[in-house]
């Protein structure tokens, strides 16, 4: 079936450190695939996106890019500040699975002073 | 402009109780999905409208799960005779097109459903 498998966390890392969370998926066809960031009391948001192979998905100085060779999506930021702190969810939508995503389990990341 | 709100923000509830989840989607989405997320883990998928009608239903876990879009915007999950096992979080989200197109769903913040 398709899922997703995310490094498990929670990942703890000083201010200005470099940032990888590993993804991982198992999918038919194609997928599109995600990173959502949820802040503490806040909902999901799309963090960025790849739709195909090779694509690169950035935002607010992330990076993913869809790796078909390997199934993978990683997510990397050169410098990380606090207010990066929040949990990184790795999501896919598969072909012929309309337009449900699905989830892994999240990564928690703290960032410290 | 205003994203997707649901209502209660929290619910207490009795084992064998019916509870009602509420969700208003951004204004002018047609798509409308459903999702629980479970303590420790991510979000699945319930359930997707597009429209009135529920498009697929396919992540329902049983019977006592039933939800409604009756006019295309606002929607409601139903839980019945609900168990311990239901404890969790509800998510909604709503996009703009659904129906296979690639689009982004914006999340509302969640109603946390605890079965005592």
């Known amino acids: 079936g398709n899922s997703v498998t995310q490094m498990e966390g929670p990942v703890t890392l000083s201010e200005e450190a470099f940032l990888t969370i590993n993804c991982t998926y198992t999918a038919t066809g194609y997928p599109s695939l995600f990173w959502y960031v949820q802040y503490p009391g806040e909902g999901l948001q799309l963090l960025l996106k790849?739709?195909?192979?090779?694509d690169k998905g950035s935002n607010k100085g992330f990076e993913a890019t869809y790796r078909k060779e390997t199934t993978s999506f990683h997510l990397e930021k050169g410098s990380v500040q606090v207010s990066d702190s929040a949990v990184y969810f790795c999501?896919?939508?598969?072909?012929?699975?309309?337009?449900?995503?699905?989830f892994g389990t999240g990564t928690q990341l703290k960032v410290e002073l | 402009g205003a994203g997707v709100s649901q209502t209660p923000s929290n619910k207490v509830t009795e084992k064998g109780k019916y509870v009602e989840l509420r969700c208003d989607p951004i204004s002018g989405h047609t798509a409308l999905y459903w999702y629980r997320q479970s303590l420790g883990q991510g979000p699945e998928f319930l359930i997707y409208f597009q429209g009135t009608g529920a498009a697929d239903d396919s992540g329902l876990p049983n019977d006592r799960f039933f939800a409604v879009r009756p006019e295309g915007s606002v929607s409601t999950l139903k839980i019945q005779r609900t168990e311990r096992g239901d404890s969790a979080v509800y998510l909604c989200?709503?996009?703009?097109?659904?129906?296979?197109?690639?689009?982004?769903?914006?999340f509302g913040p969640g109603t946390r459903l605890t079965v005592l």
């Open positions: 989200a709503s996009s703009l097109v659904g129906g296979g197109a690639p689009d982004t769903q914006y």
């Open positions: 999501a896919l939508r598969y072909t012929g699975g309309g337009n449900k995503l699905t």
């Open positions: 790849a739709t195909k192979a090779d």
